[in-house]
């Protein structure tokens, strides 16, 4: 998360750090000096992710076909240079930035608050000075680039510490990113995806060595210098008091420099007057207040530590480096088989959260463009918390109270596997009852109905309008261009589809952890939501449904769509019916409830939600929206039905700092084993 302060100290102060670069120039050059290698840039991704969305839209829920398109041109943009990108995201929130975590999503609701008020006030997205990030952008980010061939690595501690390892093992030509810390860090070059002109490749790169010489320090100086400035390690809070010492004996030389440039220049001045030992900086704990943790200064110091380098400051004896050692003696599997695999797909980004249950039993979920104002629909956390909770079951109640074994699930081969794995899957989301008709769906089809089903039945509020858009949302996007989708217009931006689109895109991530979790029904390309949401598109559904529009508007006068929009509506009223949830129609118009909640509707409509299923398999859409018919036999069950009270383990809900945290509740016998980790906590803003 970087030094408060010192990038644009670096940008106003030190003009010669800041050097522009033309990169298929380096590039060259690093040929020549190393002609075995590909020159390689190692990309900081959470660091870009608000860079590379560049589409117009983002309130709506995401322009993702268009975002898709964006990586892509990104990608062949440096290959057209002979430049390889890897790409690096943050697989965890690392405890010790875990305060700092949480101020920052308090934050985002603010903005994100004030941002459903201007929504309502103008019926408009606002301008870009007001964006926030599609809800879980960097998620699918990851996906995407996966997809798109690209080496992408998911770590195992905060990114920064990794990608700068990974710089300097590898000899890459530099680093891509926006974060203060590699200033700090001795590794390859720092590169601005700030700066970045995409065309050109022309960017910024920052030089270490420039700063040091307008501090008046080296390179062995700089993550003292960090500490003394306040980082993810050491707060600020406990700095004042050293901070004001420094400008009492170092005032600034400069009246036009604000207080934080002062504070840089003082501390940097204070470190080079004192010697370059393991005494000085003990000397310094001792002066500082850090309280009862009086090693924070030391181990500030040591996170800028990459392997294999030293530093004046801490002797080799006194280290405590460790990169990811211990995982397994403290996690929640204790198969080492189990936690090996998760682990490995956690690396190549391949699943997701699955290794952060199994391993420290923590989840973390970041915010979503939701209302707080809406009491109608309740917060993401809630709605998918049931689903949430068979997943912990089928992760760490393996073969207890009718769940399956977990080594059958990823390890087993065969049909009768493959159907167990599909049920599973299915179970998280009470739909075993509909297994067959949604397996001769298409995949991303039958996935998206069934997080529609799953919603539809946890949300009480939905309501007919809401399923038609839904239902030709799916169905209208197919064989939309991302061009063409970024040529859609809206008239208006109706806020609560604003916040639907946000909880549908957030349920595709439960939908990714369950298909990680049962091992892997779908591929995880069915699952993304290029392949099943656009953000206007369903805006203009939304509103065309509530104005009760006719069937044929709705569809966009494609005939051929009638029969499967019939079919999908009636497949999820009827799982909703066996679950004795019955969907009423609700229209809001121009986003007011009617008087009226319960009217006539446009026939075709009132006719498909009382019509029984149209059989899939005799119909002009197959081998498009159907898959090849099944065998009629008998109807597979799992068996969790018959369990599925033992199969829900029941959480505990309580606050912590504005969050909502989830725990999942465990047998006694693992609390009593595991006192450290009583359960799974669910960090999400609602």
């Known amino acids: ?14 003009p010669d750090a800041c050097r522009t670069v033309d990169l298929k120039e380096m590039a060259e050059k690093h040929r020549i000096d190393h002609p075995d290698v590909l020159p390689v840039i190692v990309v900081d991704a959470m660091s870009c992710v608000r860079r590379w969305y560049t589409p117009e839209s983002w309130v709506c829920g995401g322009q993702w076909r268009e975002y898709l398109a964006v990586l892509e041109d990104f990608i062949e943009t440096f290959k057209a240079a002979g430049i390889e990108l890897v790409f690096y995201f943050d697989g965890v929130v690392e405890e010790k930035k875990r305060d700092e975590w949480i101020k920052r999503r308090q934050q985002n609701n603010k903005e994100i608050a004030n941002l459903f008020q201007f929504i309502k006030a103008h019926r408009k997205q606002p301008g870009r000075e007001m964006f926030v990030l599609p809800s879980a952008l960097p998620t699918f980010t990851r996906f995407a680039l996966k997809a798109l061939g690209q080496k992408t690595v998911c770590t195992l501690q905060e ?18 990113g926006q974060d203060s810390d590699y200033l700090i860090y001795n ?5 601005s995806i700030e700066n970045l002109c995409l065309d050109r490749l022309v960017t910024v790169m920052y030089s270490r060595e420039d700063l040091c010489r307008v501090l008046g320090l080296s390179m062995k100086h700089l993550p003292l210098f960090a500490c003394l400035l306040g980082n993810d390690v050491v707060p600020e809070n406990l700095l004042e008091g050293f901070w004001h010492k420094c400008l009492v004996t170092c005032p600034s030389r400069n009246r036009s420099y604000n207080r934080r440039t002062s504070i840089i220049l003082a501390v940097a001045n204070y470190i080079s007057k004192i010697p370059c030992s393991y005494s000085s900086l003990k000397h310094l704990e001792e002066m500082l207040p ?28 006194a280290r405590n480096f460790k990169m990811s050692s211990g995982q397994e003696e403290t996690a929640m599997c204790r198969d080492k088989e189990i936690f090996q695999l998760a682990k490995e797909h956690h690396i190549q980004s391949e699943n997701y959260a699955i290794f952060n249950i199994l391993s420290n039993g923590e989840l973390e979920c970041s915010n979503s463009l939701e209302d707080d104002c809406d009491t109608e629909i309740p917060g993401q956390a809630l709605i998918y918390r049931p689903a949430r909770q068979h997943i912990y079951s089928v992760l760490l109640e393996s073969e207890k109270g009718g769940t399956p074994n977990l080594k059958t699930l990823w390890f087993a081969k065969g049909p009768d596997v493959e159907k167990q794995r599909y049920s599973t899957f299915l179970a998280c989301f009470h739909l075993q009852d509909v297994m067959e008709e949604l397996q001769a769906l298409e995949a991303p089809v039958a996935a998206f109905c069934c997080l529609l089903t799953y919603l539809m039945m946890q949300v009480s509020s939905l309501s007919l309008e809401d399923l038609n858009a839904f239902v030709a949302l799916i169905l209208c996007l197919r064989g939309k261009s991302a061009a063409e989708l970024a040529t859609l217009q809206l008239v208006q931006v ?36 290029w392949k099943v949401f656009d953000g206007k598109l369903f805006q203009e559904k939304y509103q065309k449904s509530h104005r009760s529009c006719s069937l044929e508007e709705l569809l966009e006068g494609n005939e051929s769509l009638y029969t499967p929009f019939q079919n999908l509506k009636a497949l999820i009223c009827k799982a909703c019916a066996l679950k004795k949830r019955t969907i009423q129609s609700r229209p809001r118009g121009n986003g007011f409830i009617t008087e009226t909640h319960q009217r006539e509707l446009n026939p075709r409509f009132q006719q498909t939600h009382r019509s029984s299923l149209v059989s899939p398999y005799h119909n002009q859409m197959r081998g498009n929206l159907w898959r090849n018919p099944q065998p009629q036999g008998r109807r597979y069950r799992s068996g969790h039905s018959d369990q599925r009270r033992r199969f829900q383990v029941p959480p505990w809900m309580f606050w912590h700092n504005g969050l909502i945290l989830f725990t999942l509740g465990l047998s006694n ?10 359960g799974i906590h669910i960090a999400s803003l609602w």
């Not at 990114?159 to 891509?176: K, P, R, S, T, W």
């Not at 590794?187 to 590169?191: A, H, L, Q, V």
């Not at 850090?290 to 004896?317: A, K, V």
């Not at 549908?504 to 069915?526: I, K």
């Open 1 to 14: 998360m970087g030094i408060k302060g010192l990038q644009g100290f670096v940008a106003r102060v030190c």
């Open 159 to 176: 990114a920064d510490f990794e990608v700068a390892a990974y710089g300097l093992q590898h000899n890459c030509m530099g680093i891509l």
């Open 187 to 191: 590794t390859s070059p720092y590169f």
């Open 669 to 678: 016998e693992q609390i009593t084993t595991r006192p450290a980790r009583v």
């Open 494 to 529: 109706d806020p609560r589809a604003v916040h639907l689109g946000a909880v549908l895109v957030r349920g595709l991530t439960t939908l990714l952890m369950a298909n990680s979790a049962c091992g892997f029904p779908f591929s995880m390309d069915d699952l993304m939501p």
């Open 290 to 317: 850090l309280g009862s943790d009086n090693t924070l200064l030391h181990r500030g110091m040591e996170s800028y530590l990459l392997p294999g380098q030293q530093s004046p400051w801490i002797p080799p004896d």
